[in-house]
């Protein structure tokens, strides 16, 4: 019988045990990272335990995000948190990861589940308020959530003159000589850039039909130019890989 363990039970001891199971079982994993933003999520079959390691087969993508972020998150169904756990070596050639240091992770900074892509050349994106103030600033990556939530990150100066939950209104071309789209939301987010002096803006609102497809049409093409990206990684490190082995 399958137990499913508490929060308060998830000790290193209970992660590796649970992985004992899948193994035992041939049940695989789910592993989660992100590339550039996007998401990349494959399962993953456990191949080994030791008291200290576990080994996994894996995804050629993954082993690209695991060498990139220098960590993964693991996903089962036996546990009720999503585990993170950092590479001691992955082998390109035959797709193995040896994972370490199992823990639950008190925050994930980033996001498991939708893509945030930044645009390929400048877009210059106008920010104005129902006030009549106007300011220009650049695009840093924009995402479509759930319920056709349309979140814009931006740089600003630290000296905006906005605040937090004001209303904003967005307008942009993500191509150059395409429709001008706009949003319109409110500041969700105004944060300090460390050793700079700038603020990140986050804009969270919404589009009419038309410009919300059309974003949903930009972030489907990067997504595609990203996942295009991962495989030219893959390759360049198992010739790397390969090379070495001579």
């Known amino acids: 019988?399958?137990?499913?363990?508490?929060?308060?039970?998830?000790?290193?001891?209970?992660?590796?045990?649970?992985?004992?199971?899948?193994?035992?079982?041939?049940r695989p994993v789910t592993l989660l990272n992100t590339y550039h933003g996007v998401p990349i999520t494959y399962?993953?079959?456990?191949?080994m335990i030791h008291p200290r390691y576990v080994g996994l087969i894996i995804h050629p993508y993954q082993a690209v995000c695991i060498?990139?972020?220098?960590?993964?998150?693991?996903?089962?169904?036996?546990?009720?948190?999503?585990?993170?756990?950092?590479?001691?070596?992955i082998d390109y050639t035959n797709q193995v990861v040896l994972l370490k240091n199992f823990q639950v992770p008190k925050s994930i900074s980033v996001d498991l589940k939708h893509s945030w892509v930044a645009p390929e050349k400048a877009?210059?994106?106008?920010?104005?308020?129902?006030?009549?103030?106007?300011?220009?600033?650049?695009l840093s990556k924009i995402a479509v959530l759930d319920n056709n939530r349309i979140r814009v990150v931006l740089e600003v100066p630290q000296n905006f003159?906005?605040?937090?939950?004001?209303?904003?209104?967005?307008?942009?071309?993500l191509n150059e000589g395409g429709d001008l789209l706009q949003v319109m939301g409110v500041m969700y987010s105004f944060v300090k850039i460390r050793n700079r002096n700038q603020k990140k803006l986050e804009v969270e609102g919404k589009a009419a039909m038309g410009d919300e497809i059309t974003i949903?049409?930009?972030?489907?093409?990067?997504?595609?130019?990203?996942?295009?990206?991962?495989d030219k990684a893959y390759k360049k490190l198992r010739k790397v890989k390969k090379g070495w082995n001579k």
């Open 1 to 26: 019988m399958r137990v499913r363990l508490k929060n308060d039970e998830i000790t290193t001891e209970a992660i590796l045990e649970s992985l004992r199971n899948h193994l035992t079982e041939q």
């Open 43 to 47: 399962e993953a079959d456990v191949a």
């Open 67 to 89: 060498k990139h972020e220098r960590r993964t998150y693991i996903k089962s169904k036996a546990l009720p948190s999503i585990i993170r756990a950092v590479p001691a070596s």
């Open 123 to 138: 877009v210059i994106v106008e920010i104005g308020s129902e006030g009549g103030m106007s300011f220009n600033s650049k």
């Open 161 to 173: 003159p906005f605040n937090r939950f004001d209303d904003i209104e967005l307008a942009f071309r």
């Open 216 to 230: 949903l049409a930009y972030i489907a093409r990067r997504e595609d130019q990203i996942m295009g990206a991962v």
